[in-house]
């Protein structure tokens, strides 16, 4: 077998957690994928929530690539510019609830458990509005006034009929 590092670590972690679930999933099931003892696991996790939370947070950083790399556009207004990157905040959410519901909800109920972890995503979001929109301090507003947008716990509601409606509208009260 390659060398054990954290990455077979975590992609052997995500197929398993896939499978079972994260209730269900243990270090055991992953050392023994890994023919590995679970001991083995400790030289690069501290634990089973360190484990997780590390995963947790390459399945956010991987799925977020996008959002954070957005740039603005010469052409447009910071308030466009916003309005754009809102719209991507969204729609990225939503791809991800529609392309592969079952890790989405694992991830994102992990996620939501971890107040640091959902802390940090927050803030990381609130600065980008701050960047994209020049508004200096109302990042955290932004971000608030389109949680229905991007929170998961209204992820079953974003293939409603008058999604893209009800966005504007909010925009509309925004902008």
Do not use: C
Not at 10 to 34: C, V
Not at 122 to 138: D, F, V
Not at 154 to 164: I, K, L, M, Y
């Amino acid at each position: 077998m390659a060398r054990l590092s954290q990455e077979i670590i975590l992609d052997m972690a995500e197929k398993i957690i896939y499978e079972k679930g994260m209730e269900k999933t243990t270090l055991y099931d992953i050392a023994g994928n890994l023919n590995v003892t679970h001991a083995a696991l400790y030289k690069h996790y501290r634990n089973k929530e360190d484990l997780f939370q590390k995963l947790a947070l390459r399945w956010l950083e991987e799925t977020s690539r996008e959002i954070f790399a957005w740039t603005k556009k010469a052409d447009k207004s910071p308030n466009d510019d916003l309005h754009d990157w809102l719209w991507l905040l969204a729609e990225t959410k939503k791809k991800l609830f529609d392309n592969d519901r079952k890790m989405f909800l694992l991830y994102t109920d992990y996620i939501e458990q971890n107040s640091e972890l959902v802390t940090n995503h927050l803030e990381h979001l609130a600065q980008k509005a701050e960047e994209i929109s020049g508004r200096a301090n109302q990042g955290a507003a932004i971000i608030t006034a389109f949680v229905y947008f991007h929170n998961p716990y209204f992820a079953h509601r974003w293939s409603r009929a008058g999604h893209a409606e009800l966005f504007e509208e909010v925009w509309s009260l925004f902008k």
